[in-house]
């Protein structure tokens, strides 16, 4: 049970590449339940890992599906979303706060800024068909898998969302600059952060 669908990178890759050759908003939404006996109730680690993957690969706009808890309806069956169906809260309300909480704090900044692809460390995600080989003054990155979004600020290089690619395992990555000392970061499962470049007003 503990999967996910094997298109999952493949799906994020492809609307992220279309909606920057369009000059669109890419907006998303998380799952939160399960449903059709099929999909799995994320807990707090996956949900994390859906944010923040998202973030990575440029999104600028999270929605939930579900917030209430929806009525089963002809052959589709639900469980229970943040909110149950008699208007109390689950266990999901808490986790998604603490993790609307760092979406508070990082999604201003990265809203502010132009996703411009991915570094990857480890093996590239299956459907993914182009990832950076540098990026501004980070040349490499390396270590357990995690993703790096690159964003630029007025056309420069400006900061990168490492994101564990694991909603399982820790991971520690290092990134590699070209006239600076190299940063190792450590991840929790499915967490991410935000790291401005050398030589940029944030760093």
């Keep these: ?3 996910n669908k094997p298109d999952y990178f493949a799906n994020l890759w492809q609307i992220s590449e279309a909606c920057r050759r369009h000059g669109v ?3 998303l939404f998380i799952q939160t339940l399960s449903f059709n006996g099929k999909y799995r109730e994320p807990n707090e680690a996956e949900l994390r890992w859906q ?3 998202s973030l990575a690969f440029g999104a600028v706009g999270i929605q939930y599906f579900t917030y209430w808890s929806p009525e089963d309806w002809n052959n589709e069956t639900f469980g229970e979303a943040l909110i149950r169906k008699d208007g109390s809260r689950t266990e999901q309300y808490d986790r998604v706060k603490r993790i609307n909480g760092e979406l508070a704090v990082v999604g201003p900044v990265l ?3 132009q996703p411009e692809g991915i570094l990857v460390s480890g093996d590239i995600p299956e459907g993914v068909e182009r990832v950076l080989p540098s990026y501004g003054p980070a040349t490499a990155l390396h270590g357990d898998p995690v993703v790096a979004g690159c ?3 007025d056309g420069a290089p400006d900061a990168l969302f490492v994101v564990n690619r694991s909603h399982d395992e820790p991971a520690e990555a290092v990134i590699v600059y070209e006239r600076a000392p190299a940063l190792t970061i450590r991840l929790e499962p499915g967490a991410g952060k935000l790291v401005r470049l050398p030589g940029t007003d944030g760093d």
Excluded: I
């Design 111 to 113: 809203q502010s800024l």
């Design 51 to 53: 944010v923040n993957l």
């Design 151 to 153: 964003f630029s600020a």
């Design 1 to 3: 049970m503990n999967k």
């Design 25 to 27: 908003s890419f907006w």
